[in-house]
């Protein structure tokens, strides 16, 4: 009788210890599972999207997003500033507790280029600012675009005479006709051409943003 129940007491003790282990090991998956940070990464990955669509479609004049108003210095690789409209601007869209930092991928070196991070503050000195020392927990999530820039500007081409009438322009029909008498300045035919298309220079510029 003694052995029965010592039995008994034996079979419940490794079943409840069974119990424990799964009841452990479940947590520790649960906790692991990348899907539980999922709504988080969803939400990174839409502030890197929207941030750059806003910021490249936003204009600061006319003809000039802020996103081209920043354009030779991200062709240069030259690092952002606080006070720059890109980065004023991506201040107010990308919330606490994230973070983010510019990037640079120019196409002819193949090298990645810091602009910006926003959590260093070696770019970004201020500690009231709610992006600062915020380090990398749960999600990490990028956007990129591609931009242009003219490294070196077109030249236009001077006109070949002196005033346009000698050309033979006629503005009441839009049309050019055989010039009669162009007493007014003296023209002289250039010998050829002088537009110069310039240089473009293009690569990617990227928006981490993490939290």
Sequence with gaps: MQRRQGFVFSLDAF????????????????ASVPSGYWHGLLQA?????????V??????????????????RIMAGT???????????????????YSYAYNY????????????????????????????NVTFHRVSASSQMLV???SSPVIRPQSPYCNVYCHGWDPATHTYRAP??????????????TFQTGN????????TVWG
């Design 15 to 30: 079943v409840s210890f069974s119990l424990i282990v799964i009841a452990i090991q479940s947590m520790v998956i649960m």
């Design 45 to 53: 990955e839409n502030l890197a999207k929207d941030t750059l669509h």
């Design 55 to 72: 910021v490249s479609s936003t204009m600061v004049s006319s003809g000039v997003t802020v996103v081209g108003q920043a354009s030779e």
């Design 79 to 97: 690092n952002f500033s606080s006070g720059d409209n890109i980065i004023i601007m991506t201040n107010r869209l990308i919330p606490r507790p």
């Design 105 to 132: 991928y120019d196409l002819g070196t193949h090298q990645w280029v810091l602009l910006y991070n926003a959590s260093d503050p070696n770019f970004n000195p201020d500690p009231a600012d709610p992006h600062y």
């Design 148 to 150: 242009l820039d003219y």
């Design 180 to 193: 009669q008498d162009c007493v007014e300045t003296p023209c002289t035919a250039m010998p050829a051409s």
């Design 200 to 207: 473009l220079t293009f690569g990617l510029l990227r928006l």
